[in-house]
């Protein structure tokens, strides 16, 4: 490793990789990283936080909670850069707020750019491409942190849309109708949502779904059957497979490990 000439960030490790398989599952020690999605779907974990993520997400890594990532589809791979640093500069990223704490969403289509940009500058072996890179790390984390900033002040919009999504069952939205009443093109409802949520509206959906099927699986003695149909899904078989993905136990484990 090049020596870091007195900076106060050093660069360790980098790299892109368009089809990705990885587990990670461990705590960091002495250094940081930095992780991004451009496409796929992951399932991040920091010690008991858990995430599901699609589409073009940061999210960081550092020492003290153990960080677990992997495919949220054991069948697909997803398209992963990172770049691993240490130094007294990123105490004082945290200290300012610059620092993310979650997986965030990216609303930004030069962002793979930059980051390959940023992996090519911790690549290299001079102090010059060093300063370059520090200097990119730092204004993406700005970029972030101003985006967090924005999704913080809940917008009328946003508040108003999870309004509806939770005043109906969650099978009957329809997102083109709501993206018409808010003035917004479907596309630009879900980018939008997915930004200031961290997750997509399909996810945010499946969530409600699966928080109302373990009630019933608790509170009630209704068959699957009649749990699925009021619901509002095609099948027995569909709920139970997407209660599975969701929870990682068949409804009728859960409905068991809670009696």
């Known amino acids: 490793m090049l020596s870091s000439g007195g900076l106060d960030l050093a660069f360790l490790a980098a790299s892109r990789v368009p089809e990705c398989w ?66 007294p500069l990123v105490g004082r990223w945290v200290a300012e707020g610059l620092w993310p704490t979650a997986p965030q969403a990216v609303d930004d289509e030069e962002f793979p750019t930059k980051m390959d940009r940023l992996i090519e500058f911790a690549k290299r072996d001079d102090i010059w491409s060093w300063r370059r890179g520090i200097n990119l790390l730092e204004g993406m ?6 985006a967090r900033a924005g999704s913080a002040r809940r917008e009328e919009w946003l508040t108003d849309v999870l309004r ?32 200031a949520m961290g997750h997509s509206l399909r996810d945010h959906l499946i969530t409600t779904r699966t928080v109302r099927a373990k009630e019933m699986l608790i509170d009630t003695d209704l068959t699957l059957e009649a749990i699925s149909e009021r619901l509002g899904y095609g099948s027995a078989a569909f709920f139970s497979r997407q209660f599975k993905q969701s929870v990682g136990v068949s409804p009728s484990l859960f409905r068991r490990s809670r009696v």
């Open 22 to 87: 990885q587990v990670v599952d461990k705590h960091l020690v002495g250094y940081s990283t930095i992780q991004y999605m451009e496409r796929g779907a992951v399932e991040i974990a920091y010690d008991d936080r858990r995430y599901r993520c699609e589409g073009p997400t940061f999210w960081p890594a550092h020492p003290g909670p153990r960080v677990y990532f992997t495919s949220a589809n054991s069948r697909q791979t997803w398209f992963h850069r990172h770049v691993a640093f240490q130094g």
């Open 141 to 146: 984390l700005l970029q972030l942190a101003e």
């Open 164 to 195: 509806r999504l939770d005043s109906v069952p969650p099978f009957e939205h329809d997102f083109s109708a709501l993206a018409t009443d808010l003035a917004m093109a479907p596309s630009t409802l879900r980018r939008r949502f997915r930004a």
